[in-house]
């Protein structure tokens, strides 16, 4: 598990405000004492230097100070560059269980799962580059306790990270959320994108301030990937209809942890602002070389003014992942396990200051692959897993946002901790703040 001294923290986040320093001065396009000033700091961080010193050199404007150009940092040489579109976001958050558990952490959540604690979830740094030649890039760079839950397993080892290895929150860590090249045919209808990306499936995202609510659902977390990294083409011949389709490594991985590829598609249908939804499928080859299939449909309604609604149904099945007990000899059969979800986003837009959000889910895992195993854990059973979630969300300018939640969450057998650390609980409530800021 990363752990992080005091120190060690210190030398991470140093190079996370020198980023925020050197976005200051593109925006702007004046300061080229502090663009330099990043440059010496970056020399001595690695995430420093990993973002820093790359903002730095694709933002720079064609301003030099006298110590940059003697250093070979010109101001010919700067104009060469395009700059990119950047912008991004400041997430913090505290929750607190009311179970008060001895682990402080809540079983099955994803970023919400530390407890009783401030936590700064993310600083995100979005990079759109202007297309040359039908060529774009996009890359998201983000730094926080998210990232110790989504990073992909073979950043640096093959068995960093990655669900569900380790628990979120443990620590602060890094990661490049997505990063791709998009070609786009001036012929044709036809898109290809290659580099990491974040997951064709599903009504939540990975970023916060997108979604109705604070927390994310158990489908969310448990039943579809977060990225990939391969290849993906698209077609779209009409603003009705966008199908993708590619393969990829694999589910939340860098490097293919096994033989085969993961065939990853979606098809996309706009009805209109009141109609509209995504379709995708993923077959292939995960851990241990197990065959794994997951099918979502989501779709987002407004039936009346200012409300929206999303539905989402998710199944899905692993062979030989099975833990449960079918006939009953006292050991797992490792046979074929599924899973089902259900979930309904509500949001009513009640003016440009206020919104409510709200999620009910219901989630089974019939064999005990998704949940049961390691959270549900001490039983060769599956479980059923549902949360209510209300979410009032206050916007107090275009860039700061404020939000409360409260969310209760039940299951077929105990699975909670409580206060001593057993596993006691069959319910829990959870309360939680958030601001965020974008810039």
Known sequence: MLQYSGQGLLLDVIPAFAVMAVI??????ENALIKYICRKIAAYWDFGSLIALSVTLLAAPAIASPTESSAGFSSESSTLLSKPKIDGFVDFTYTYNLNSPSSRRTVAHSFDRKTDAFLMNALQINF????????SYHAELAFGTDPSFYKARGTNNPTEAGFPTLPSNASYTYDIQEMFLTYQSNLY????????????????????????????????GLAQPFTHLGVLVGYQNSEIYDAWIGVVNGWNVNTDNNKGKTLASKLGLNFGDNLKGDNSLYYGKEDGGRMRISFDSSWLVKPIAKTTVGFQLNLGREDGASITDKDSNGAADGGEAKWYGIGIHPKYQYTDRFALGARYEWFYDVDGARAVSPFFAGSLNGVTIQNLTLTPTFFLNPSVMFRLEYRYEWASRDGYEDSDGAVTKDTVSIFATELVYKF
């Open 128 to 135: 759109d580059g202007p297309k040359k030649d039908g060529i």
């Open 189 to 220: 209808p036809i898109s290809v994108k290659v580099g990491k990306t974040e997951k064709l499936s599903g009504i939540e995202s990975l970023e916060s301030h997108k979604n109705s609510t604070i927390t994310r659902g158990m489908i969310f």
């Open 24 to 29: 200051v001065s593109y925006k702007t396009e």
